[in-house]
Structure formats: C-alpha cells, structure tokens
C-alpha cells in the first residue's frame, strides 16, 4: 500500500512571497489533515477535511492560509504572503474514518524555511 | 494549542537499557496514541489506547493510561540504537478524530 505522497520535500522562499504545498493521500481515506510542526514542538492541527468539506479550521491563519480538497482526493495548502515565522514543517496525514481505527497516517512533510 | 505535556523533554540511555516517556493531558479523551518521529522514517504511529483500557503491548512497547490523573506513559524495554527518535503523545477527543500532540520527548539510544 502507498503511504502518504507529499511535495514538494524542501521550500526555500522570501518574506511576503506565496508558496504551496501537495498531498496525495492514502487511496481510500476520507479524512486528511493538515499540520505544521515548528521545530522543537510536536505538530498542530491546521484544517481537517472530511472527503471534499473542511470539518475543523479552527487553528488556520485564514489572513494567510488557505486550503482545498475538491474532489476528496489529494489537497493543496496554500500561504500568501508568507512570515518568518511560518518556517516550520507541514505534514499531511489521512486516515479511514471506517475502519474504526484511529491511527493517522502521515506523509515526509515538506520543510518551508522563509527568509 | 498543544494538550500534553511530556517528561522527560530528552533522555539518554545505553542500548539494552529501558526508557520510560511520560504524558499529561489535560481534558477528557477518547483515546491516546503515541507516535516515533525521526529524520528517516517521519512521523509514524506506535499504539492506541482507548479511554476504557488500562494497559496495552505491542512487541517491546508497553502503554499505560490513567484518566483518573490523566496521564499516560510508554515503556520501550530493551533499547536499540534505532530506537533513538522523538516520541509525542496526541490525545484524541470526544468529539472527533482530531490529534493533539505534546511537545515530545527526544530519545538517544547509544550503541
């Protein structure tokens, strides 16, 4: 089974410039979540989707950030403009709401360094 | 915002040793997973354990959880040089499957 695909695997941007990231979940499952982890910290929850509709966004920067699913399959995060202090890792997870397990399973994330 | 809090925030230990990670939540759960992350591998889930259940193993893993002091801990018993890694415990709520990590406990295994 193919994990979670991510990329690109490093970002290197300026200040006030825009960047976005890709996810390609694991086939099949519904839920994909969105995460970044500063370095140091462990993640936080960004924006979870249920198939093609945001179920929790509570934590996004929505000034800033902005993210899709539209046809429930692979997503995209989006930032514009970018701050110093969004540098951190974004890591993109998915899981089987029915399998009734509730492990997530999560991709290599994607390093954004901004200078 | 960040919902455990884990102790200790680095160990060192010589392989062979047994390394013990502390958790501390702070509102009800429906179930606490821990997860291994290093440079390699990335972020990848170890065990589950729901709210019901007292202890759980998984091979050299053991996970104990007491929601009266809502708190939590793992056991590796028999350390291995690639058990170095940073480990998070994520609690899941009553409303849903959303994950909150601690800050993690960096793990050194040395050979």
């Known amino acids: 089974e193919a994990g979670v695909a991510q990329s690109p695997r490093y970002k290197i941007i300026e200040k006030r410039q825009s960047v976005a990231f890709w996810c390609n979940p694991i086939s099949g499952h519904a839920t994909l979540y969105w995460y970044q982890q500063i370095l140091g910290q462990g993640p936080k929850l960004l924006i979870q989707f249920q198939n093609n509709g945001v179920v929790d966004d509570s934590q996004l920067p929505k000034d800033r950030f902005s993210a899709e699913r539209l046809k429930g399959v692979d997503s995209t995060l989006k930032i514009q403009p970018a701050k110093l202090e969004d540098s951190a890792v974004y890591l993109c997870?998915?899981?089987?709401?029915?399998?009734?397990?509730?492990?997530?399973?999560f991709g290599p994330g994607t390093r954004l360094t901004v200078t | 915002s960040q919902q455990g809090e884990e102790d200790p925030q680095a160990l060192s230990i010589q392989e062979g040793e047994n390394a013990t990670m502390n958790c501390s939540y702070k509102?009800?759960?429906?179930?606490l997973q821990w997860y291994r992350q290093n440079s390699g591998r990335g972020l990848v889930h170890l065990i589950l354990i729901r709210s019901n259940e007292r202890e759980k193993h998984s091979g050299r893993l053991r996970v104990t959880l007491d929601t009266s002091k809502k708190s939590s801990s793992l056991l590796i018993t028999a350390s291995r040089a690639a058990d170095t890694a940073s480990y998070f415990c994520a609690t899941v709520g009553n409303q849903g499957g959303k994950l909150i990590f601690g800050q993690g406990t960096e793990l050194s295994v040395k050979p």
């Open positions: 509102t009800s759960i429906n179930n």
């Open positions: 997870a998915s899981r089987d709401p029915g399998t009734g397990k509730g492990e997530q399973y």
